[in-house]
């Protein structure tokens, strides 16, 4: 009895020994290495792209600096002030309302997108809660659904072009003829069913003779840079040659050059009245698949 | 005798089943340490691994208000004494850095020197009955007992450093992780 009473006796002290012993090494350590043990996890070591702030290249710089970032609960300072101590341009960002942290309604807990402690090479920014609609560019229709990866390479987020050709490849079949403004026909929503102004007037026959499809006139398989003008009008070519040439016009293969409304005038240029014919042309499945028979606004 | 081991049937099973749901919940990633399931998991194993070792070290300091057999309330050190560190290791979501690492380490360590323990109680004979009697048993069975008071030297120091780390980690967790704003 006496023994199990000691043996108890020697279990309790030996378990507070130990416990008090625990805490005096981890309460030097703790002193020793600024806190560092309560670490969950390695600062990143990501060196900022504009180089230091006030010395600091990374976060990693302030491993043994816990206070650098950590407010006191008793302090009036907290977290994200004392990152804006540091980055000040991201604090000029939240404060002109503008660019993009200012759009941000919460832009002052930054840790709600920067985490840390993941990693030395962890992201720094959690795109789960990050909005696309606060930068310049918002993300409408099918971008929507785009992998961030695919515009931003290398992960690499700040000046990413907003052209489309900075993304997207110039199909064959504009050749080159429609430019790089494709917001003018086409929408975020699909390539296809693209709107745009087709210059020269399609009803300029007159009723029956509107909304032919493409190949009426571009003959040439997915090349719109090239026309004919005698698929509808049965002229022969060597009379009307022979026709412009008694008017001393040897040049013809250019129809509309002369004929810009496709009406028999003669020699003279577009006028605004003559493009007044000019009409939004649905053309389905990047222009070449357009039926007449389908009409407008297919 | 070698009673049958139904504690480690009790918490195998309990082991598998947390792990089922924790694969449900870990669709998304392995849930963060801070997260609301790695903090659930943290709390709920560190309660678990308190009461493990609390109830157990009461029950047998206590004579007057006995409630239950010794031996149950030692099945039951087993079963949470493996159940709360599993939860523990998993709210580590595989991360042994700092104090945090350490702590769940010992834990692990802890629990394996529990198997051993346990092993060497069911080996010794509860009474002075028996075989016992016989000269070459009797000697096997005080180096028994002998073996086990040695490990009781290792693991209740373990669990003492363990549980103080614990406390600690709690206490940075909730300054830096949650206090401070």
Redesign the interface.
């Known amino acids: 009895m006496m023994g199990g009473f000691m ?2 006796r020697t ?1 309790l002290s ?6 008090l012993a ?2 005096t090494v ?1 309460g030097g350590v703790a002193v020793l290495t600024g ?8 600062l990143s070591i990501a060196r900022r792209a504009g180089g230091p702030l006030g010395g600091v290249a990374s976060h990693g710089d302030l491993s043994s600096n ?1 206070a650098a970032c ?4 008793w302090s009036r300072e ?3 002030s004392r990152c804006q101590t540091c980055h000040t341009d991201i604090a000029t960002q939240i404060n002109d309302g503008l660019s993009l942290h200012g759009r941000i309604a919460n832009a002052g807990e930054c840790r709600t997108c920067h985490t840390e402690h993941r990693g030395t090479h962890a992201e720094l920014t959690r795109f789960d809660e990050f909005d696309h609609d606060w930068t310049n560019f918002p993300l409408t229709g099918q971008h929507r659904g785009v992998d961030c990866g695919s515009c931003h390479t290398n992960k690499v987020y700040k000046g990413t072009s907003h052209d489309c050709a900075s993304c997207h490849a110039e199909p064959q079949v504009h050749r080159g003829q429609f430019g790089l403004r494709c917001a003018s026909c086409h929408s975020t929503e699909s390539w296809t069913g693209a709107v745009f102004a087709h210059r020269f007037p399609l009803n300029h026959g007159g009723g029956g003779k509107k909304n032919k499809a493409c190949s009426m006139c571009h003959t040439t398989a997915n090349d719109y840079s090239t026309y004919t003008c005698y698929e509808c009008h049965r002229h022969d070519p060597t009379k009307t040659a022979e026709k412009h040439l008694k008017k001393g016009i040897a040049e013809i293969r250019n129809c509309t050059e002369c004929h810009p409304t496709g009406r028999k005038a003669s020699r003279r240029q577009a006028t605004a009245d003559d493009l007044r014919w000019t009409f939004l042309l649905a053309c389905r499945s990047q222009c070449h698949a357009w039926d007449a028979d389908e009409g407008e606004g297919q | 005798m070698t009673r049958p081991a139904v504690e480690l049937t009790i918490a195998l099973t309990a082991v598998l089943v947390l792990t089922g749901v924790y694969v449900a919940l870990a669709q998304d990633g392995i849930p963060r340490p801070g997260g609301a399931v790695g903090l659930t998991l943290g709390i709920v194993g560190f309660a678990l691994m308190l009461a493990a070792q609390t109830l157990y070290t009461r029950r047998k300091q206590t004579r007057r208000f006995a409630f239950g057999p010794t031996y149950v309330w030692l099945q039951m050190h087993v079963v949470v004494g493996i159940v709360g560190p599993y939860l523990v290791l998993l709210h580590s979501a595989g991360r042994f850095h700092g104090l945090a690492g350490v702590t769940a380490l010992l834990t692990i360590v802890l629990v394996l020197s529990g198997f051993v323990g346990r092993y060497l109680y069911t080996e010794t004979p509860r009474t002075l009955e028996g075989d016992e009697s016989r000269p070459t048993q009797a000697v096997a069975v005080a180096a028994t007992r002998r073996l086990l008071a040695l490990w009781r030297l290792f693991h209740i120091p373990l669990a003492a450093v363990l549980f103080t780390l614990a406390f600690l980690h709690i206490i940075g967790a909730l300054y830096y992780g949650t206090f401070s704003k």
């Open positions: 043996q108890r279990h030996l378990g507070k020994l130990t416990a625990t805490l981890v806190q560092q043990m309560f670490s969950p996890g390695p816990c950590h407010a006191p609960p907290t977290m994200a």
